[in-house]
């Protein structure tokens, strides 16, 4: 099956700790994403990246980092996590030089006591 | 700067009945233009694109949607919705393919 893939689905953890979110995509694409849509539904994309080129949104604290190993993997990690990161991240990736549509993973869904 | 304007925050309308979603769109350049729907707790689906050539556009489960130049609108339409089609349904934009700019969503509500 070729999709986008996340994991976990959900995760709770308390202020202050690492957590980390996986992403794999079996599309084949070169360019991956992560977005946090937070509790109304709105969308905001936070990192872009493919083998070459980390783009970062300027609005992302620097408690979170993506780290990639490969084209096909982008992770997420939260160095230490605060209230308002309760949020649903979503992963995201699109083939470069092809057409501009991206494709999304489940999405996890983070909630900080 | 570019942005996506989705004006309706929630539309309830009747099984079988017509549904429009409106979308309009800020960019300097010609845009890049998707819609995509969000079930409950899964990730977003694409349900159409437009890049270029005929303004209206067809995408999956039956939904079309027409671009407008003058308008600078991106407009979702489906003829007749059923209960599934309840979800929130978000247009976006992206320029020169890099980055998405999503509207706020429009939560559709179908009733039986």
Partial sequence: ETAVF???NYHVTQVGNEVSFNCK???GHDTMYWYKQDSKKLLKIMFSYNNKQ????ETVPRRFSPQSSDKAHLN???KSVEPEDSAVYLCASRRLGGSYEQYFGPGTRLTVL | AQSVTQPDARVTVSEGASLQLRCKYSYSATPYL???VQYPRQGLQLLLKYYSGDPVVQGVN???AEFSKSNS???LQKA???WSDSAVYFCALSSAGNKLTFGIGTRVLVRP
């Fill in chain 2, 34 to 36: 998707f819609w995509y």
């Fill in chain 2, 80 to 82: 007749s919705v059923h």
């Fill in chain 1, 76 to 78: 997420l990690r939260i």
């Fill in chain 1, 25 to 27: 995509q079996t599309l």
């Fill in chain 1, 6 to 8: 996340q994991t976990p």
């Fill in chain 1, 54 to 57: 980390l783009i970062v949104n």
């Fill in chain 2, 62 to 64: 039956s939904f079309e």
């Fill in chain 2, 73 to 75: 609108s991106f407009h």
